[in-house]
T-cell receptor, first 115, second 114 residues
């Protein structure tokens, strides 16, 4: 069974450009999450999808970030226009259920470098 | 406010020895879950162990055990018989019951020495 896959693994862009990150969750997982880790800091929650619906987007930094999950399968996270402080590793995770014991299955992350 | 604190940015341990990675948490909730994840150099976050706030016994998974001290709000990860492959970043996380949001600490980088 394939795990959570993310693309690209690393993206280097200029300030002001646009980047789109993609996440393919584990098949059958309704819950999909985006997290971000800025260098040396904690991993912070960005948002949560249940199927195609945004359940919680309280962690989205600002309106330069747009996440979608059309059809409830893969998700995209677009940053437009990118700023220097957006640099970090963006993790996608999925889970099958909403039990408190439910572990998250993470992808390998997409490293974004904004110059 | 919910918070996870990992005070050890880096740790060294000799191969075959045990090591404890510290984690303290702050919450006013009664029901919550505590998790440890491992992040090797490949980048993927790997689930290691889970402890529920109402679990009376410490969780164990193979060489991993969680030293849960509820009154002190600590959930330290103990790795016994360290192996070179244990070298990685380790994250402590908490999830409140009824929510989907995980709160992570800043992580501890563990290096196992041969």
């Amino acid at each position: 069974e394939a795990g959570v896959t993310q693309f690209p693994s690393h993206s280097v862009i200029e300030k002001g450009q646009t980047v789109t990150l993609r996440c393919d969750p584990i098949s059958g997982h309704d819950n999909l999450y985006w997290y971000r880790r800025v260098m040396g800091k904690e991993i912070k929650f960005l948002l949560h999808f249940v199927k195609e619906s945004k359940q919680d987007e309280s962690g989205m930094p600002n309106n330069r970030f747009l996440a979608e999950r059309t059809g409830g399968t893969y998700s995209t996270l677009k940053v437009q226009p990118a700023e220097l402080e957006d640099s970090g590793v963006y993790f996608c995770a999925s889970s099958q259920d909403n039990r408190v014991t439910g572990e998250l299955f993470f992808g390998e992350g997409s490293r974004l470098t904004v110059l | 406010a919910q918070k996870i604190t990992q005070t050890q940015p880096g740790m060294f341990v000799q191969e075959k020895e045990a090591v404890t990675l510290d984690c303290t948490y702050d919450t006013s909730d009664q029901s919550y879950g505590l998790f440890w994840y491992k992040q090797p150099s490949s980048g993927e976050m790997i689930f290691l162990i889970y402890q529920g706030s109402y679990d009376e016994q410490n969780a164990t998974e193979g060489r991993y055990s969680l030293n849960f001290q509820k009154a002190r709000k600590s959930a330290n990860l103990v790795i016994s018989a360290s192996q070179l492959g244990d070298s990685a970043m380790y994250f402590c996380a908490m999830r409140r019951s009824g929510t989907y949001k995980y709160i992570f600490g800043t992580g501890t980088r563990l290096k196992v020495l041969a």
